[in-house]
Each structure stands twice: as structure tokens, then as C-alpha cells.
């Protein structure tokens, strides 16, 4: 399966941004799929993830309450809704998706795209 991230931008501090990631050769309902961030200067972490059915997900700590993560199936495609956007997001985010069998949430994860950069300023 191939993924394509969308959506990154600059946004204020405080504002809201959703990325997309579009699916490809595969069906996106055959994994578990999740966005990683990676900020600079740090090592690369997940950031949300979502079950295969849609029926689980999970945050990272510092973006529970403010990030939602989210598929459409139907599309095969996979979204990130993000508010109440921090300076600490800033980060180049990265779908990736792993085969439905894998460990949940945390993979591994062997499809990645190539990543949307998102910059929170003020």
C-alpha cells in the first residue's frame, strides 16, 4: 500500500489543522494505521492510532483532548484532526500503517508516506 500525507501547514498558536493521508494499491481497512511526528532535533514518536475496524484508538499523552484521529474506510483514507495546536507540535507528521495482526499500537509499522510539515507560530 502506498500513503500520501496532506495538509501541513503554518498555523497560529492555538488554531487547527487536518491532515489527510490517502491510500493506495492496498486497502486501507487491511491495517491499522497511525501518524507519527517528528520534531527537530528529536527522535520520531506516534503520535495517534486507529484499529483497522475503527473500533480503538490511541494518543500520545501530550495531544489527548486535542488531536483526533479518524478513517474512512469507504475513501481509503485516514485523517488527523488537530486543535488547540502547541509550538511543541511543530513537526513533520507521517501515516504510516501496519498489517492487522501486528501489536497494537504500536506495530510494527512497515508502510510509511512521505511526511507533512506542520509549524505552529506565533
Known amino acids: 500500500v502506498q500513503l500520501q500525507a496532506s495538509g501541513g501547514g503554518l498555523v497560529q498558536i492555538g488554531g487547527s489543522l487536518r491532515l489527510s493521508c490517502a491510500a493506495s494499491?492496498?486497502?486501507?481497512?487491511?491495517?491499522?494505521v497511525g501518524w507519527f511526528r517528528q520534531a527537530p532535533g528529536k527522535e520520531r514518536e506516534l503520535a495517534a492510532a486507529?484499529?483497522?475496524?475503527?473500533?480503538?484508538?490511541a494518543y500520545e499523552d501530550s495531544v489527548k483532548g486535542r488531536f483526533t484521529i479518524s478513517r474512512d474506510n469507504a475513501k481509503n483514507t485516514l485523517y488527523l484532526e488537530m486543535n488547540s495546536l502547541k509550538p511543541e507540535d511543530t513537526a513533520v507528521y507521517y501515516c504510516?500503517?501496519?498489517?492487522?495482526?501486528?501489536?497494537?499500537?504500536?506495530?510494527?509499522?512497515?508502510?510509511w508516506g512521505q511526511g507533512t510539515l506542520v509549524t505552529v507560530s506565533s
Open positions: 494499491g492496498g486497502i486501507l481497512s487491511s491495517y491499522n
Open positions: 486507529i484499529y483497522w475496524s475503527g473500533s480503538r484508538t
Open positions: 504510516a500503517a501496519a498489517l492487522r495482526g501486528s501489536a497494537w499500537p504500536r506495530g510494527p509499522y512497515d508502510y
